[in-house]
């Protein structure tokens, strides 16, 4: 079992940077591929991107391609998400979350660790 901390969020004008951060319990935190997720008040939890286990596959939701980037350090037991130019959509409750098995998937199902969110948001 892993559990998941999640910190960096805050409040940033648009245009502006936000870097995420996801501490993970365990030892066997690099068995595990990661992905952050987000959920706007009165929305569905989205998927934002993934990463496999070992950091070689990335995927990222076209609404955040080219501004996010995802990273973990299995030595240090994080992943973050390095967000830049902020958008006032981009506004939402932002979620780490663990999968056992490996592959980098965008279904919020198919992970079974959750930390309890950290909230971004972004002015106009």
């Known amino acids: 079992q892993v559990q998941l901390v999640e910190s960096g969020g805050g409040l940033v004008q648009a245009g502006g940077s936000l870097r995420l951060s996801c501490a993970a319990s365990?030892?066997?935190?690099?068995?595990?591929?990661m992905g952050w997720f987000r959920q706007a008040p009165g929305k569905e939890r989205e998927f934002v991107a993934a990463?496999?286990?070992?950091?070689?596959?990335?995927y990222y939701a076209n609404s955040v391609k080219e501004r996010f980037t995802i990273s973990r350090d299995n030595a240090k037991n994080t992943v973050h998400l390095q967000m830049n130019g902020l958008k006032p959509e981009d506004t939402a409750v932002y979620y780490c979350?663990?999968?056992?098995?490996?592959?980098?998937?965008?279904?919020?199902?198919?992970?079974?660790?959750w930390g309890q969110g950290t909230q971004v948001t972004v002015s106009s």
């Open positions: 979350a663990a999968r056992r098995n490996p592959g980098v998937l965008s279904t919020p199902n198919a992970y079974d660790y």
């Open positions: 365990g030892r066997t935190f690099s068995s595990y591929a």
């Open positions: 990463l496999s286990r070992n950091g070689g596959n990335t």
